[in-house]
């Protein structure tokens, strides 16, 4: 029986889900022993002829990580999808967005501005920004259109599952790879990581108090936080309650909040409306009677990005998916 | 017969990355540009973040040099809020990026653009991959190499929780440091790295330079640029990839200018081309004059070989014996042979790896004291560190409540990007002529490419043998003449029209 054939794509990204995969180390072979990967991250858009020549549906599954932000990437994505069986979005970016996916709260415009000309830098006194077509002689060198908004790729193709994180562990990787190969699958749709909050995973769970009081809020450079209690219960934002657990607990281990790469729980779309809610909700409960709304105000203002911060990795999947820019 | 050649890698430098070669009439190379096809803008939407969240957010700008920007974020939030991290921070934060140094160059020699030698540039390529480079070193080695990049990238893992972007720098030092038995590994992973950097050392003198023909082409005129040169020293001027002043010496090896990171604005600047989404740094006082080389042009070269070159030698006892060596056999300082690049950067590796075993030797490392609370008002940093393919800075300046107001950065992998695109234009000048390229060309002008270290995704790509480069010779009017690419097996398919 041939092997079934697998591809990765990547769009905006960093390559930081590449390397999750290089961190497989030798279980990488085990990989290679068992599927034809016709694409990896080096996926050359020349090969693009290769995969239109294929029949649909002939490459059995396609990861694809990054966001969409550019015309390249939005077609390139469309003709892994023609031609995949199974589509998995592999990472924060492909997922919801991602720390690119911060972009949205600008536009291209406002990115260009400041990246070729704005900034202390760049001295470009003819305000020449990079175009989709250059003329030299009778040559010309063309660039990609730059989208204003970011978009996550199930925006943009129908995705069949999702695997969390920036970047995915690789256990999960590997979770993810065997459950497809021995195809045991879940509901098309499904998040390839546990049901449950971040919480229900956390090692300091114990000590978050069913009922959180928090008084002030803090930025986690502005006390030294206690490395057994919960990041909330000493008044920093942390994002694990609404956000899904199978990191491993990373950035608790290395004694920092959650910022919530792994994406929503089931059944939440916005995860960065979760989050806040849930803030707002547990400020001051204690103390519930004595809190004005003007005090619980004056402790949301405290957080002096809300936005940024709940919605650091979610912005494109979010109801508002982009500030509106006039 | 003007003709177009159209270089499509994608090798992760900081994204996409084209070639697009231009001949002449006589079928000569005319020009060449290197070409990035892709921006995610960063400048603009650290805009209104909160300031300390920046070392977190900024390592997405690479996925493969995380740590470096982690690092100098890190830096920069210290200055943003006038804040001293304490010595064990300090030193915290620098284990860590010498562990990051030790496997991101290792992986480089052994997976990347190391097969070049190790196997032979002449070498029948099906061999020249990694595969081949475990068939003249041994599969133990292979399982060596990975192994050692393994527990390298744990020291980041335990310290910095992410391996893939990391999260403890925090303004004022780090978030979490090393309890003793993870400070006793550290201790011994930088043992074995030592061992290893000597080891890797040792091949490169047998099989590279034991071979006329290796260290022909190294010293060759092809693969050679006479730039200026940047990197951080300390204050005896001697390499240092954490820490201390940029300077930046001539092509003729005089220092030109030595300045903290906080004067980068008077040394550094950017030109912005309209067929590219990068910008091209170059020296402010000489100025852009174009993709060329030599003293009156500002283009600067930065990363390995640059790097020794700017400063007067290594601060650890055996990279200074290596670093003596190098520059002897090149026929002394400034060396300006691209492909030294891959030398230096083992140097540089045994550097690390010695640096590693100084700072968890060191006991302030267990200190308790590794963060301090910073009590001044946020304004304005910056922050610089060596990332492995450069010198990287990061720059913002925030409101009273530190919100980032305005952000810029000068991008490691980015600072060698004219000088990149003349090193590949040189090359296939001296390899395409009357119009006639054949399958060397496609591995010289890689070689050109690779010896500044283009990312991971071509690592991936060494291990499965899948296609790095295809070259598409095209008639003006776009019509395909003929095209190059790399089969599985390693061996380059032609295909004429
Ligand atoms: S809020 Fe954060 S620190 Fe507290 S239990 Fe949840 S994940 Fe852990
Ligand atoms: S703790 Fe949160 S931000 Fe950190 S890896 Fe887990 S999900 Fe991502």
Known sequence: MAKPKVAFYWNASCGGCEEAVVDLAEDILKVVEAVDIIFWPVALDFKRSDIEAMDDGEIAVSFINGAIRTEEQEEMVKLLRRKSGLVVAFGSCAHIGGIPGLANFWNRDTIFERAYKEVPSVENPEGIFPRTETQLG?????????????????????????????????????????????????????????????????????????????????????ITPDPEKCFLEEGIICLGPATRSGCGERCINANMPCRGCFGPITGVGDHGARSLSFIASILGLE???????????????????????????????????????? | MQKRITIDPITRLEGHGKIEIFLDDAGDVKNAFFQIPELRGFEKFAEGRLVEEMPRITPKICGVCPTAHHMASGKCVDAVYGVEPPPAAKKIRELVNSAFMTEDHALHFFFL???????????????????????????????????????????????????????????????????????????????DAVEFGLFSLEVFNDVVLGNKDYVDLIVGDIYKHKTYYMGLVDENNKVNLFDGKIRVVDPEGKEFAKFPVSDYLNHIAEHVEPWSYIKFPYLKKVGWKGFVDGKDSGVYRVSPLARLNAADGMATPLAQEQYEKMFETLGGKPAHNTLAWHWARLIEMLYAAERLVELASDDEILSDEIRRIPNNTPDEGMGVVEAPRGTLIHHYKTDKRGRVEKCNLIVATLGNSAAMCMSVEKAARGLIKGGRVDDGILNMVEMAFRAYDPCMACATHSLLNTPLIDVVLRRPDGEEIMRLFREDNGNIRKIEK
């Open chain 1, 138 to 222: 009778n040559e010309s060198l063309t660039l990609p259109e730059f989208h204003n908004t970011v978009r996550t790729l199930g925006q943009v193709i129908d995705v069949d599952y999702y695997l969390p994180g920036c970047a995915p562990p690789p256990e999960s990787i590997m979770d993810a790879v065997t459950a497809i190969l021995e195809g045991k699958l879940p509901e098309k749709g499904t998040v390839l990581a546990p049901d449950k909050s971040l919480c229900d995973t956390c090692p300091r769970t114990e000590s978050k108090p069913e009922k959180i009081s928090i008084k002030e809020i803090k930025r986690p450079h502005e």
């Open chain 1, 287 to 326: 103390d519930e009677k004595k809190m004005t709304e003007e005090d619980v105000q004056g402790l949301i203002d405290k957080i002096a990005d809300p936005a940024g911060l709940f919605y650091m990795y979610s912005l494109p999947s979010s109801l508002l998916k982009r500030r509106k820019m006039v």
């Open chain 2, 113 to 191: 653009g190391g097969p070049d030698f190790v196997v032979g540039p002449t070498a029948p390529k099906a061999e020249r991959n990694i595969l081949g480079v475990l068939g003249k070193v041994g599969l133990e080695v292979g399982t060596q190499v990975i192994q050692m990049r393994k527990r390298l990238r744990n020291i980041i893992t335990t310290i910095g929780g992410k391996v893939i972007h990391p999260v403890c720098n925090i303004p004022g030092g780090v978030s979490r440091g090393p309890t003793k038995e993870e400070r006793d590994e550290f201790l011994k992973v930088g043992k």
